[in-house]
């Protein structure tokens, strides 16, 4: 119908039958667009002819056919962007606390489903008795000899008894076996009192000599632990 | 591909503006900083607090000698010669007679932030960039057993000479000085710690030996390369710089002269209450059971270690407390003893 319409207005066709309004709107602005472009015989002919400009304007009149995109193509731009995102998310992901985690030969066996007790050994410095399959169960292997745990896991604390008090080593003889029964009562967690210890840092001096620093201790806090103020 | 070109713009836009963030923080904070000199060897770093030439160093730093060179990031080079030091939290002050310094910009103890934070710290090594984690920690220093908040600080280092490194956020702000960094249980012997020197230096709490075979052992923490270390809270270290630049120059941290621990029904009962102490000539005896502060209830010894931090010297501090079965009430005004030991 729009060929019609152009072939009425522009070459003296004969008009169309039954026109719609858009489609008389559309003829009426095509009529007032050839008187327009009659009017453009003023232009010099070396610039442009009308005779140019309507075969231009006439060739607009029948767009080609656009190409066939597949509709998978649309998406293409999502691959890299979740390579990006991907890189993006790795960059900047928390820097959490990794523990490595060594322990010793000696310590607690190894249950016998393969699931390391709480105090089993994760890794076994020498000839140590834990089955090596267990211990890759349960670790991931490292070149430098030092297992580290397969998910992220909070820094364990040591309980802080009052035997770790330099003021109850006054008063008390710090003997061998005194310390002793402390070490051993801190590794009976059966004795810990029931209530939530809170949680602290023990900085002891003096300082190492590696970083210059002293030594820092995550450590809970027992009831009966000292503090001077 | 444009929205892909756009993220990856958008990507080392954020990490460009956070390397430049950090290294204009830096170059605000590098006026500041001497680094200490000794023998022709670095030793640490110092900062200055104050345009009369007082600077500021960890116990760490300074050579036994007491005599240093501080030598600036311009190339100027300063003799420093340490004045008074603060036996709690180990800083040092240093004094340089000849400080001719054009311009000089002391630092600024700033607050601590509240989330977070990318920081700089200066050692004696150069700057190393680490994250300050917010929320103070409890610490107790050993061996006067007193209490201090500490912060936690993540160093993007192995272990290196960080001790006594100074502490810059983004705004060039100094929020802590490194004074502890993290060690690993005691080790039975034939176990191999990661760092045993730490290991062995930590081992107050009970000396290495057949005794700590049943504890679980832990030596090195984080993953390679990275060094928790804990930084005294700002306001511990403005409480010392404060002390620093007053004519006295000695650093005045509160106390009423008691030890105390917890008690089964809550309270801090006292364990020792040193003659001629606050403490002593308010009347109080060993055995009391502190069950309130200033109108707060005393659960735990660390509730009263908190309260009793959070005084100035010369303020008082109410008490109510608990003597057999009776209850009192006293009045102490907080003194300023620089050391429990």
């Known amino acids: 119908v729009s060929d019609r319409l152009f072939e009425s207005a522009f070459d003296g066709a004969p008009e169309p039958e039954r026109l719609s309004a858009p489609e008389a709107a559309e003829l009426k602005a095509l009529r007032a667009l050839k008187a327009d472009l009659a009017a453009l015989r003023e232009v010099p002919e070396c610039q442009l002819t009308t005779e140019h400009l309507r075969r231009a304007i006439l060739d607009q009149g029948v767009r080609p056919a656009a190409p066939r995109v597949p509709a998978w193509s649309r998406w293409l731009w999502a691959a890299p962007v979740a390579a990006v995102a991907a890189v993006a998310l790795v960059l900047n992901r928390p820097r959490d606390v990794v523990p490595t985690v060594r322990e010793l030969a000696s310590a607690a066996p190894v249950e016998s489903a393969g699931v390391p007790k709480t105090s089993a050994p994760l890794i076994v410095d020498g000839s140590g008795p834990a089955e090596p399959a267990t211990v890759a169960s349960a670790t991931q292997p490292s070149t430098d000899g030092v297992a580290r745990p397969e998910r992220p896991r909070r820094r364990t604390t040591r309980r802080l008894a009052v035997q770790d008090g330099p003021l109850l080593a006054m008063r008390e003889d710090a003997s061998a076996a005194t310390r002793t029964m402390g070490a051993a009562s801190e590794a009976a967690p059966e004795e810990e009192p029931a209530i939530e210890q809170p949680e602290a840092v023990v900085v002891t001096e003096p300082a190492d000599p590696a970083t210059g620093t002293a030594a820092a201790q995550e450590v809970t806090i027992s009831a009966d632990v000292v503090f001077g103020g | ?341």
């Open chain 2, 1 to 341: 591909m444009w929205s892909s070109a756009v993220s990856l713009v958008f990507l080392a836009a954020g990490f460009q503006q956070q390397a430049a963030q950090t290294e204009s923080a830096w170059t605000r904070v590098n006026r500041s900083v001497v680094r200490l000199e000794s023998a022709g060897q670095a030793v640490g770093v110092a900062v200055l607090i104050d345009s009369r030439g007082l600077f500021l160093a960890h116990r760490s730093s300074i050579p036994p000698q007491e005599l240093v060179v501080g030598r600036s990031s311009a190339g100027q080079v300063t003799v420093l010669m340490a004045e008074a030091v603060d036996e709690v939290t180990g800083l040092v002050l240093l004094h340089a007679p000849a400080f001719v310094w054009p311009d000089p910009v002391p630092v600024r103890v700033g607050t601590p932030p509240a989330n977070p934070t990318r920081i700089v710290a200066a050692t004696s090594v150069g700057p190393v960039m680490g994250e300050f984690l917010p929320g103070d920690k409890v610490g107790q220093l050993r061996p006067s057993l007193r209490y201090v908040p500490l912060n936690e600080v993540r160093l993007e280092t192995m272990v290196a000479p960080v001790g006594g490194a100074f502490l810059f956020d983004q705004r060039g702000t100094m929020i802590g000085v490194l004074g502890a960094t993290l060690a690993g249980e005691p080790v039975q012997p034939g176990g191999q710690a990661l760092r045993s020197a730490k290991a062995e230096s930590a081992g107050s709490g009970g000396a290495p030996g057949a005794a700590d075979s049943a504890l679980a052992t832990q030596g090195n923490y984080g993953p390679q390369g990275m060094t928790v270390a804990f930084t005294f809270s700002t306001s511990v270290i403005g409480r010392v710089v404060e002390g620093f630049r007053s004519p006295s120059r000695q650093v005045k941290h509160p106390s009423i002269g008691v030890f105390f621990k917890s008690t089964a029904t809550g309270g801090a009962q006292l364990e020792a209450v040193l003659p001629g102490t606050p403490a002593d000539k308010a009347g109080l005896r060993v055995g009391d059971v502190v069950i309130e502060a200033d109108g707060r209830p005393i659960g735990s010894q660390i509730d009263f270690a908190v309260v009793l931090f959070g005084k100035n010297p010369g303020e008082t501090v109410s008490l109510r407390y608990r003597r057999g079965n009776e209850e009192r009430t006293a009045t102490v005004t907080v003194g300023a003893q620089p050391s429990l030991d």
